[in-house]
């Protein structure tokens, strides 16, 4: 355990902060990290050069493409899992066959569903600079979502409330269950 899981009497977590791009899954997942002294990786700088590549001249991503990148993320969740320290990762796991790809061999992942409104995303989007996902993948990105049903692993929050108070009802949760 971290000094900071022990302060605050939680044991470690391995989290997935996913939602469509926008959400604000890197402000919750590095706030997270930060305050529990958690490990953090960026789902996004997993993605192979390809897939950037793709996605920077607007294309969507398939199936196939997700494929070594879901695979590199549940590479790194199964290794914090092993080390046993709580860890965050950022990824849109947009579908639920991503999600269980995840998951893979029974890790104890649990995920953490940014909902945010179209039209907040919308405005996010267009006032986001350097990031290689254009806002015209946003329509592509909701058509693919598959909302996580009440039998996954699954906490939900709204991405429209600032990140500082999701962060406290987020951890307010872990306490409440641990």
């Known amino acids: 355990m971290t000094e900071h899981e022990t302060q605050m009497g939680l044991k470690p977590r391995f989290l997935v902060v996913m939602g469509v791009s926008g959400t604000g899954k890197t402000t919750v ?4 990290a930060t305050r529990l002294g958690w490990h953090f ?23 196939a493409d997700r494929a070594p990148w879901l695979a590199l993320c549940h590479d ?6 092993k080390a046993g320290h709580g860890a965050v990762l950022t ?10 790809q995840l998951r893979g061999d029974d890790l104890p992942i649990e995920f953490v569903h940014i909902d945010t409104s179209t039209g907040e995303l919308a405005d996010r989007l267009q006032r986001r600079e350097g990031h290689f996902m254009p806002a015209s993948l946003l329509p592509s990105q909701l058509a693919t979502l598959e909302v996580p049903g009440d039998d996954e692993p699954v906490i939900r929050v709204s991405g429209e ?3 500082d108070v999701v962060l406290e009802e987020l951890i307010r949760h872990f306490q409440a269950e641990d």
């Open 29 to 32: 997942a590095t706030g997270l």
């Open 41 to 63: 990786q960026e789902g996004d700088a997993l993605h192979p050069p390809a897939n950037v590549e793709k996605m920077s001249t607007g294309q969507p991503l398939t199936d």
């Open 76 to 81: 790194w969740l199964r290794e914090q899992v």
């Open 91 to 100: 990824c849109s796991a947009l579908k639920r066959s991503y999600r269980e």
């Open 161 to 163: 409330k600032h990140p």
